[in-house]
């Protein structure tokens, strides 16, 4: 069981570390969405393609007070609520696994 438990406290790291690189991207997004840049450059099409499915759905959602939108901090809250809970409950199982 205890090669179980580190399988699930590999996965939990995993997630944790694609969690935090949305979390950049996100940001960067937000930070390249001040300044006027080329929506055609390969890098920002691809930064689009990865954070567009995550702000979406929080789209359809009223949550523009004038030109300032507030679902990227949506999307924070609720990509950090999943962080939490994914890799807690993970890291949680992998030590009783490996106890």
């Known amino acids: 069981m205890y090669i179980f438990g580190q ?3 590999s996965f939990a790291y995993l997630l944790n570390m694609i ?3 949305l979390y950049f991207l ?3 997004r937000i930070i390249l969405s001040w ?3 080329n929506p055609y450059n390969d890098i920002v099409q691809i930064l689009l393609r990865i954070t567009e499915p995550l702000l979406a759905p929080f789209r ?3 949550l523009q007070a004038g030109p300032i939108d507030f679902s990227p901090i949506l999307a924070f809250v609720i ?3 999943l962080r939490d809970f ?3 409950v993970l ?3 992998a030590m009783a696994f490996m106890r």
């Open 86 to 88: 994914t890799v807690g």
């Open 26 to 28: 996100l940001v960067i």
């Open 79 to 81: 990509l950090w609520f």
């Open 91 to 93: 890291s949680h199982y």
């Open 19 to 21: 969690f935090n690189i």
């Open 35 to 37: 300044f006027a840049v």
């Open 7 to 9: 399988l699930l406290a």
């Open 60 to 62: 359809r959602l009223p």
